[in-house]
């Protein structure tokens, strides 16, 4: 295997460093494609939002009970929360 150069590096350093920065944003974007989807459109940006809730260490119970309820509002309480926790890092 190749060796990586030191701005090679450099990159996947800073995005494992911001992983979960950026894992947040795509939540955001995520929460709005909910709020306009409909159909099977909604269940399967539903399970999009699932990944990400999962790859944010979110409780399997809170995300049970967000996918159960439908309801986009609910998950966007859940991303203030976090917006919250990871601006005070």
Not at 45 to 55: D, I, S, T
Request: glycine residues 2%.
């Amino acid at each position: 295997m190749a060796e990586r150069s030191k701005f090679q590096q450099n990159i996947i350093k800073n995005y494992y460093e911001n992983f979960d920065t950026l894992q947040l944003q795509r939540l955001g974007e995520q929460v709005t494609e909910l709020y306009l989807a409909e159909g099977k459109a909604r269940a399967n940006q539903w399970k999009k939002v699932v990944q990400v809730l999962e790859k944010l260490k979110i409780p399997k119970s809170r995300i049970d009970h967000l996918v159960k309820s439908d309801n986009p509002q609910l998950l966007a309480k859940l991303l203030e929360e976090l917006l919250a926790k990871d601006t005070a890092k």
